[in-house]
DNA sequence: CAGAATCCCCAGTATATTAGTTGACTTTTA
DNA sequence: TAAAAGTCAACTAATATACTGGGGATTCTG
């Protein structure tokens, strides 16, 4: 039951572009910097966010990644989706209607998989309760909101006036 | 984020001694049979939940395992964690004093490490919450609980007159 | 316009884990 | 004593992970 580096890394990143909204582009080399990623693997990672629509890159010097949405519209569980593929601690969760590839004909009558059900769940509920926006806040809290550089609620506030 | 087959037979496994328990001895090679698991596999599963105390085991002709406890006392993650150690999505959660081995440095300013936290919390409740016995009673209201030969249940009235 | 800074894509690779298999040995019962 | 069971140790094929390497393509800056 553990989380690869993908999805770890994945979130890492994207809070990473989310602390930095509104300074335009912000490089890969940037990202796992500060991060301690490699930034090859990373940049693979990256892609797949890109695939999904999550972020958007922009090539050539001063180039780099932003997020498409808000902060406060991405939720971990978008991320380690993306990262992962659909959460579900066993496979037979995935396909539920008989016929389809992998289904277990055991699923009606199958006690246990009730249990992975229900952890699948909890684990979706959790993830797709947070949201970049939570974890900038956090931090911003956590170094003391007075001090704090906390672009990514700076950014909320204008969104916010955007959207009026 | 995937359960791999250890944790899925360990629990399946022990569900099926659960459904049989008060029948003696149960063997590996009906466990293996009902449930669909390898035989040879199974064993080894079996000789971890052994060491860890959960099965008891009999040598010989009509030998196999039984459950050291009433079901009601095992609850899945009971089971999960001594087929796939510890529950924590990720590994930094594990070492949580300075010093030890893993720590991480940043465990104190991490915000990502909060993530991980509460999802681990939240398969750790969902995982504990749900004993052999649950299992056991669920099955016996799906086959009918008129018709059912619910062993389990009768098991926990039993139970219930020995610890009077 | 050169070259540096970026992102983009494809391919390889070492290591570990998973999910077993094989086989020899011991214990107990009928 | 033979068959039925658990015990133990070693081997293995397939897969996933977490990278590394190298060659492009694109864009900004001097």
Known sequence: MKLSTKGRY???AMYDLAMHIGKGPISLKSVAARQQISEHYLEQLMGQLRKAGLVKSTRGAQGGYILVKQPQDI??????????GPIAPVDCLLSTDPGSNGYCPRTEICVTRNV???????ISNVLDSITLQDLCREEAQRRGSATANNNCLKAD???????I
């Open 10 to 12: 994945g979130v890492t």
């Open 75 to 84: 939720s971990v569980g978008d991320i380690v989706r993306v990262m992962e």
């Open 116 to 122: 992975w059900q229900k952890v699948g769940e909890s």
């Open 157 to 163: 506030v204008k969104s916010i006036v955007t959207n």
